[in-house]
């Protein structure tokens, strides 16, 4: 007998990325983290990220240290990172863009940027790539909230900015901004460290765009986040199904050949086509398609047939009606007309409302005429 799945989530710690993989998808949260099946993918888009994020490193580790370092100084260490992020195992979907292309996305980024902080005095960096986290009591059991701020300045109005660097594609817009987690959870870890802190301003920088967004959280969305965090760590930690959640960012789960929404044709897909249709399941589906055809061509018939038979039963009643008659005598069958009192009622537009098979005579409200509703053979 088959087994039930009863999957189990064993974590004690919690990072903003690990949650939104299960808002997204318990399932793909599942194999990542629960079954803990390996999937690690450098797509273009991964390489690119990582070689800006070290070169903004590098940038700021100098800055901190007194010294701000040429443009060509922070390009080089981007060239050097994204040549050895850039190997055999990253994953091309879009045969449009060749690796220079790529390498020139995240070049532009990176001087979009330089040129547009230089000579990066607008804050001083408290850290950079800094570990925070905070501890969080879910149904009586404690687990952490962990994650790594990009970088964590403070304000000339001594004001914490907890800063991201973002180099995707797509610019968000403020509301996207504003309800964001990653940050706004950072922000509950740097009140813990600081506790004295008055301002938190969380900051994104869109690097390709040049584009910097900016949200602030007051008390009462910070109590909410926290609510909603433990009642999404709750969630998981009760969840043994891990369901499936179709959605747009399928398309860059790892897991597609092991999801039941997917594995089956990826699995078709891969077959030589003259072996596609010896497939016990593409068999099935092509004789449940054929029973599927017949049955709505017999649905359209008879939905034509009952056409007919309301235009004969309507000719029928009128013709009965015209000759006074409540039987109608045929060759082996007979017809009656049946004759039934019927209320109309006046609808908000004035106009009687009567009941499917009446064919009220009068226009204004009346009550008790006798009208054919119905006729049948016998
Ligand atoms: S392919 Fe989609 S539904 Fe399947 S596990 Fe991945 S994200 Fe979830």
């Given at each position: 007998m088959e087994q039930p799945h009863l999957e189990e989530d064993r974590s004690s710690k919690f990072s903003p990325s690990k949650l939104g993989v299960y808002q997204n998808c318990p399932r793909r949260y599942q194999y990542r983290?629960?079954?803990?099946?390996?999937?690690a993918r450098k797509t273009p888009e991964t390489v690119v990220g990582v070689a800006v994020h070290s070169a903004f490193e590098e940038l700021y580790a100098l800055v901190t240290g007194g010294k701000i370092p040429s443009l060509a100084e922070v390009h080089e260490v981007y060239e050097r990172e994204f040549a050895q992020g850039w190997d055999a195992t990253v994953v091309e979907?879009?045969?449009?863009?060749?690796k220079e292309d790529w390498r020139k996305v995240g070049r532009d980024c990176v001087q979009l940027y330089y040129e547009g902080h230089?000579?990066?005095?607008?804050d001083r960096t408290v850290a950079i790539e800094k570990r925070v986290g905070f501890p969080i009591t879910v149904d009586g059991r404690e687990y952490r909230i962990e994650g790594f701020v990009d970088r964590l300045a403070l304000a000339p109005d001594g004001a914490f900015e907890i800063v991201d660097y973002k180099t995707a594609k797509s610019l968000p817009n403020q509301q996207h901004a504003d309800e964001d987690w990653q940050l706004a959870l950072y922000e509950l870890a740097v009140r813990r460290e600081w506790?004295?802190?008055k301002e938190v301003r969380l900051k994104w920088h869109y690097v390709r765009h040049g584009k910097t967004l900016v949200s602030v959280r007051d008390d009462a969305a910070r109590a909410k986040l926290l609510a909603d965090a433990g009642a999404l760590i709750s969630r998981i930690k009760h969840d043994h199904e891990f369901p499936t959640n179709v959605t747009p960012l399928c398309d860059w789960c790892e897991y597609r050949d092991l999801c039941p929404v997917f594995a089956h044709p990826i699995k078709v897909a891969a077959l030589p086509p003259a072996e596609r249709p010896k497939d016990a399941g593409v068999k099935l589906v092509a004789e449940y398609a054929e029973v599927e055809g017949r049955r709505r061509k017999l649905k359209d018939e008879l939905k034509a047939v009952e056409g007919e038979r309301e235009k004969v039963e309507a000719a029928l009643a009128d013709w009965a009606e015209a000759e006074g008659v409540a039987t109608v005598a045929g060759e082996g069958a007979q017809a009656t007309v049946s004759i039934k009192d019927e209320l109309h009622l006046p609808t908000k537009t004035g106009r009687p409302r009567g009941t499917p098979n009446s064919r009220p005579r009068s226009a204004g409200p009346r009550c008790g005429p006798r009208s054919r509703s119905s006729t049948g053979t016998r």
């Open positions: 983290y629960v079954d803990k099946i390996s999937r979907k879009d045969a449009r863009f060749s230089h000579p990066f005095s607008q506790p004295d802190t």
